[in-house]
């Protein structure tokens, strides 16, 4: 089977790693949040993550060892009104 040009280009494609991964990098939590509009009624419905500060993953010489995890990852499939297309 013969291959496309966008096929092989697919193919040979490496991700790019975000630099702020690249190194050894640590948590900054920002400002807290909060809804324009109806901010109450929100936080009544979301009370676990309402409000949660922001978050960025910045550079860091911090060292630290941390047990191997296992991560399972669930992707909707297909292009949808309101979805992602990854």
């Given at each position: 089977?013969?291959?496309?040009?966008?096929?092989?280009?697919?193919?040979?494609?490496?991700?790019?790693?975000?630099k702020a991964?690249?190194?050894s990098?640590?948590?900054?939590?920002?400002?807290?949040?909060q809804?324009?509009?109806?901010?109450?009624?929100?936080?009544k419905?979301?009370?676990?993550?309402?409000?949660?500060?922001?978050?960025?993953?910045?550079?860091?010489?911090?060292?630290?060892?941390?047990?191997?995890v296992?991560?399972?990852?669930?992707?909707?499939?297909?292009?949808?009104?309101?979805?992602?297309?990854?």
């Amino acid at each position: 089977m013969t291959k496309s040009a966008l096929q092989i280009a697919r193919a040979t494609y490496q991700p790019k790693l975000p630099k702020a991964l690249r190194g050894s990098v640590k948590v900054s939590e920002g400002a807290a949040t909060q809804s324009v509009a109806d901010q109450e009624a929100i936080k009544k419905l979301f009370p676990n993550t309402y409000g949660m500060p922001l978050i960025q993953f910045v550079e860091s010489n911090e060292t630290a060892n941390f047990p191997a995890v296992n991560v399972g990852v669930i992707l909707s499939g297909g292009q949808a009104p309101g979805g992602h297309n990854v």
